[in-house]
Structures are given as structure tokens and as C-alpha cells.
């Protein structure tokens, strides 16, 4: 079975300051896909990043950075320097490749609060 | 030029009604989804259909009736609702049932009185 573990529920930081959003999945398949989403409140989801299992480089883009380490079924995500537009939930997920099913199977994600 | 859109964005209605909720998606995808967001913000799994016919149906009451006219097309139709089924229904599509990255209409929000 598949599954993906967001423990914190709520982060609090005041802007400028780094924040790191951590994901752990589980999965028995060699090969998957993992993403984060982005909800702010306005309420859409905003894909930010998809990561298959075979590459294991870490992404930066912005401010945004994601470490993935399959040695530790973790796929964390860095926001640097953090701004109030960065205030949302953010979803981790996991999706197996080539299953009949195809769909994501998401955390229960984190909400960010950065003030000013 | 909206990728995925839904329509309405806000329903209201009592309990008892039937309603319908519409997605199309313009980005040429084989797959489509219906994803449910409780008041929890968590997101669930309804619905999947590739090329026109479900794969996934996780065990959502027969209330909830999915209809895909066509590839760019799935409709969610709610008969008899109840004050559980008050919740954001997010529509999605992706390239693939396989692989691929999903992205997500702007979502219904749904509000049973």
C-alpha cells in the first residue's frame, strides 16, 4: 500500500525566515513519481514540482528547493527567505507508475503561515 | 484558455436536491479524475477515467454518478445529497493513466443546507 506522511500539521514563521516542509512516503514500487502542490487560500491547487524515483538530484527554482533522499522515503521541501504570498497548504504526493489506477495519493498537507 | 475548468464554483442547495458539477479539460489528456477535499483539507480519490471509462470508483456511494461524454469531458452528477457531502470537488487530468503529472480545475464548493 502506498502513503504519504506530512507531520506537521501547522508552521508558523515570519517572513524572511527559511522553512522546511517535510514528506515521507511509503511505497513497495521501484518506480513512482512524487509532487507538492501548492493551495492558498483562494483555495486551486498549484503543481510546483513532479520528482520520478530514479533521479535523485536535488531541484532549486527560486526560492523554492526540493531535497529528495530515497534512502530515507523523504521528499522535503525549502522555501528560502520566506514571503507573505508563500502563506498556503502545501500537499506532498505519490504516484506509482504504471498502476491501473494512476492516481495521486496525497499527504494531509501543512499549513504555512508567514507573517510579516 | 483555462486547462482544466469546472463549473459552478460555488453550489448551494438542500438536502435532498440532485445537482451536476462540469469539468472539461483543453490540454489533450487521456485521463480525467474526481478528487473530493473534505473540511479536514484532505484530498481523496473519487473517480478516474481514461479514454472515456472508469478504473477508479473508491467507494463512493451510488449517489455519486460520474459521466464522460468524452475525452475533454466529465461531469459529476449528485443525486439525493446529504449534509456530508458538503466539501471543495476538485476535477483533474493528466497526460496518462500511467504516469504524468495531474493538474486540477479551481474546484466546486459544495454546501448542503
Known amino acids: 500500500a502506498q502513503k504519504v506522511t506530512q507531520a506537521q500539521t501547522e508552521i508558523s514563521v515570519v517572513e524572511k525566515e527559511d522553512v522546511t516542509l517535510d514528506c515521507v512516503y511509503e511505497t513497495r514500487d521501484t518506480t513512482y513519481y512524487l509532487f507538492w502542490y501548492k493551495q492558498p487560500p483562494s483555495g486551486e491547487l498549484v503543481f510546483l514540482i513532479r520528482?520520478?524515483?530514479?533521479?535523485?538530484q536535488n531541484e532549486i527554482s527560486g526560492r523554492y528547493s526540493w531535497n529528495f533522499q530515497k534512502s530515507t522515503s523523504s521528499f522535503n521541501f525549502t522555501i528560502t527567505a520566506s514571503q507573505v504570498v508563500d502563506s498556503a497548504v502545501y500537499f506532498c504526493a505519490l504516484r506509482v507508475y504504471g498502476g491501473s489506477q494512476g492516481n495521486l495519493i496525497f499527504g494531509k498537507g501543512t499549513k504555512l503561515s508567514v507573517k510579516p | 484558455d483555462t486547462a482544466v475548468s469546472q463549473t459552478p464554483k460555488y453550489l448551494v442547495t438542500q438536502m435532498g436536491n440532485d445537482k451536476s458539477i462540469k469539468c472539461e479539460q483543453n490540454?489533450?489528456?487521456?485521463?480525467m479524475y474526481w478528487y473530493k477535499q473534505d473540511s479536514k483539507k484532505f484530498l481523496k480519490i473519487m473517480f478516474s477515467?481514461?479514454?472515456?471509462?472508469?478504473?477508479i470508483n473508491e467507494t463512493v456511494p451510488n449517489r455519486f454518478s460520474p459521466k464522460s461524454p468524452d475525452k475533454a469531458h466529465l461531469n459529476l452528477h449528485i443525486n439525493s445529497l446529504e449534509l456530508g457531502d458538503s466539501a471543495v470537488y476538485f476535477c483533474a487530468s493528466s497526460h496518462y493513466v500511467a504516469s504524468g503529472s495531474l493538474f486540477f480545475g479551481p474546484g466546486t464548493r459544495l454546501t448542503v443546507l
Open positions: 490540454l489533450g489528456h487521456d485521463t
Open positions: 520528482r520520478n524515483s530514479f533521479d535523485e
Open positions: 477515467y481514461n479514454n472515456k471509462e472508469l478504473i
